[in-house]
């Protein structure tokens, strides 16, 4: 291979293929590769400003190779092209090269297998798979959020797409003491396999990735965060208990519930207000029939101390009053084939194309209008990934490009929209809920949650895991709905048990707010006429959702987490801040805070919030005790006060009330 050095990068050549490693921040290393004749320049995520240590290049013109070091990381490029990294000098990441040639010759065979593996479509661009040697005894963490009990990820494959209840957020953070950026937002598929790791992009125009060494997982989520951007410092006055049901449908029922907390003494910090109180899909506004005074409303709801969240979907009814216009003005997605429609609940829709800088400012100046000048706090950007009638990916394009090279983007650009609306605004505490993200996101004021999952314990338990792993690629800013949002029947004991540890557990998560669809479906709708179908009159809703909604027993728990939950206010302000200062999660795994205790790495049902508090939730029904494990030092109990010394598993009490707790000394 031919290297030149070009300031802190080393230029690969060999045939069709330009490569390009460069230091890239603190101890990392930015990676590209393309077939064409130059990079795109595209940062992707890779967008802050960032300063390498001290960097050394190497280039031996007469073999062929070369390396180049930024702190503690080094990657060497041999005659042939493949990449081997080092962390400190021990090697931690090996191209997969299983063919002729080059110093690696003795350990290849003759299988023609390549790491950078370039398939081109005709007439277009390239489906890509990079091929990495596979670690025995490695652990993988992070990648975004999945539907799955698994934390640690070695095993496993995972879509690189978004969907419901699902954000890909590539980002791999290994035991070994590195992090793996994909720095591509097609779709595609990483798989961490015992033989070898792949990524596949299936529509690209180059191979992009960042990697860093660091000596602890905060290190490595450090550096990371540095390079791909960190959330701003969470606005305080959300920090207490969030009320969300499917769904309040008049403004009338929205003020009876936030009287009624008022009135038993109870803080509401937030109230949600869910999908079709529009008239369509696509017209952002309030259905003037149900909702008659919305400044009226809000004022009310602010002088009760409790801010208003709003639904905004980015679906928009071909009957919508603004949809001929986006159609005109191309602002909305496009297939490639067929009927144009995108989504088919409640309406024959097509998607707003929030990758047109065009479609961002059009949806923001309708919510600006509608909502915002309203006094509307937050905006609940639901369907982001986007939502789609059917995921055929490759059956849809964007303003950017191909949806398969570059729809993982979406949810990003959604909650830019919203970010840099707001923010022209005058408002420095911007924050909007979303049900997907990817890397940069948290730039942009953005909250995930988990989507619309199931209310049963095997779904509760992988909300933990998503939580974690999420935190670990890089998104501090999590929260999970409360209880589950399908089939929690308000009626069966089993659920409301559910639903209580559920809450028990919320306590703990960066945003508590409690939500579901409430089964059964058996409330009559408001209007009552068959040719009526559109508004939020017509629509289902589910039962009721409130504190007080499932009995005195849970109420009085509830009652009880949430005054919990207040005390912890000055702690959690503590810890949203330390997420803005080095991109820490507020769920942490075991092993992010006991780095060098190996028990911490095989822990997968308990975590850290913060630094100081040890959470053991209840994963099973009619459970009224469990094993925690306490690393090293003194533990106390916060619900009796009784004092423990680390080291060890105990066996904690887990009443009906509470989960076992403990904090740190």
């Given at each position: 291979m031919f290297f030149t050095q070009e300031g802190n990068a080393v230029i690969g050549k060999k045939g069709n293929e330009t490569l390009r490693v460069e230091a890239w921040g603190t101890d990392a290393l930015r990676v590209r590769s393309t077939v064409y004749p130059q990079f795109t320049g595209r940062a992707r995520a890779l967008t802050e400003k960032v300063t390498p240590g001290k960097v050394d290049i190497a280039?031996?013109?007469?073999?062929?190779?070369?390396?180049?070091?930024?702190?503690?990381?080094?990657?060497?490029?041999?005659?042939?092209?493949?990449?081997?990294?080092?962390?400190?000098?021990?090697?931690?990441?090996?191209e997969y090269y299983r063919s002729y040639g080059g110093s690696l010759s003795k350990e290849c065979i003759c299988l023609k297998i390549i790491a950078r593996d370039y398939k081109p479509y005709t007439a277009g661009d390239y489906k890509f798979t990079y091929t990495l040697e596979s670690n025995d005894g490695e652990k993988i963490y992070g990648m975004g959020q999945y539907q799955q009990d698994y934390l640690d990820l070695k095993g496993c494959t995972l879509e690189l797409a978004q969907r419901n209840s699902q954000t890909s957020v590539p980002f791999a953070l290994s035991s070994l003491g590195y992090g793996f950026f994909w720095n591509n937002p097609a779709v595609g598929r990483a798989t961490f396999g015992k033989n070898y790791t792949t990524w596949v992009a299936e529509d690209t125009k180059e191979m992009d990735y960042w990697i860093t060494a660091g000596d602890t997982p905060k290190d490595i989520i450090a550096n990371f965060t540095e390079a791909v951007g960190r959330p701003a410092i969470m606005r305080s006055d959300v920090l207490g208990f969030w009320q969300c049901k499917l769904r309040y449908r008049t403004q009338e029922e929205v003020l009876t519930v936030a009287r009624k907390y008022k009135e038993m003494g109870i803080p509401l910090d937030v109230i949600v207000i869910d999908f079709f109180h529009w008239p369509r899909q696509g017209d952002w506004r309030f259905d003037e029939k149900y909702w008659t005074d919305p400044k009226a409303m809000v004022d009310e709801l602010h002088a009760m101390g409790t801010r208003v969240v709003v639904s905004v979907w980015p679906s928009v009814d071909r009957k919508s009053e603004n949809f001929y216009e986006m159609y005109e003005k191309g602002l909305l997605m496009r297939t490639e084939r067929g009927t144009i429609e995108t989504y088919?609940?409640?309406?024959?829709?097509?998607?707003?194309?929030?990758?047109?800088?065009?479609?961002?400012?059009?949806?923001?100046?309708?919510?600006?209008?509608?909502?915002?000048?309203?006094?509307?706090?937050?905006?609940w950007l639901d369907n982001a990934e986007p939502d789609l009638a059917v995921y055929d990916f490759d059956n849809y394009r964007y303003y950017e490009g191909p949806a398969l090279e570059v729809s993982n983007l979406y949810p990003m650009y959604y909650a830019q929209a919203f970010y840099e609306g707001q923010v022209a605004e005058g408002n420095d505490k911007v924050l909007s809920l979303l049900r997907c993200g990817w890397e940069g996101s948290q730039k942009y004021g953005a909250l995930l949650w988990s989507g619309d999952v199931q209310s049963t314990y095997e779904s509760f338990k992988d909300q933990l895991s998503a939580g974690l792993n999420i935190g670990l690629a890089g998104i501090s800013w999590w929260t999970?709905?409360?209880?589950?949002?399908?089939?929690?029947?308000?009626?069966?004991?089993?659920?409301?048990?559910?639903?209580?540890?559920?809450f028990e557990m919320g306590v703990f998560l960066p945003i508590m707010r409690l939500h579901g669809d409430r089964d059964p479906h058996n409330i009559p709708a408001l209007v009552d006429d068959p040719n009526i179908d559109y508004g939020g009159g017509y629509l289902y809703t589910g039962q009721?959702?409130?504190?007080?909604?499932?009995?005195?027993?849970?109420?009085?728990?509830?009652?009880?987490?949430?005054?919990?939950?207040?005390?912890?206010?000055?702690?959690?302000e503590k810890i949203y801040k330390e997420a803005h200062e080095n991109g820490s999660p507020l769920m942490r795994t075991m092993f992010y805070e006991f780095p060098e205790d190996s028990k911490?790495?095989?822990?997968?049902?308990q975590y850290m919030f913060g630094p100081d508090y040890l959470v053991a939730p209840i994963f099973s029904a009619e459970t009224f005790e469990r094993e925690v494990y306490l690393p090293a030092g003194t533990w106390t109990d916060i619900r009796d006060g009784k004092q423990y010394e680390g080291g060890k598993t105990i066996v904690a009490p887990a009443p009906i009330d509470s989960i076992p707790v403990f904090k740190r000394n």
């Open positions: 280039i031996d013109s007469e073999k062929g190779t070369a390396e180049i070091t930024n702190g503690k990381i080094k990657c060497t490029i041999n005659e042939v092209g493949v990449i081997t990294f080092y962390k400190d000098g021990k090697k931690i990441l090996r088919d609940f409640q309406g024959d829709c097509v998607e707003i194309d929030l990758t047109n800088p065009e479609a961002r400012k059009y949806i923001w100046e309708k919510c600006k209008k509608n909502y915002y000048d309203y006094g509307i706090d937050i905006f999970t709905d409360i209880g589950g949002f399908m089939n929690g029947d308000v009626n069966d004991p089993k659920f409301i048990e559910l639903l209580e540890r559920w009721p959702n409130e504190i007080w909604s499932y009995g005195k027993e849970c109420e009085e728990i509830m009652k009880k987490a949430i005054e919990l939950r207040i005390s912890l206010k000055p702690y959690l911490c790495w095989e822990l997968e049902d």
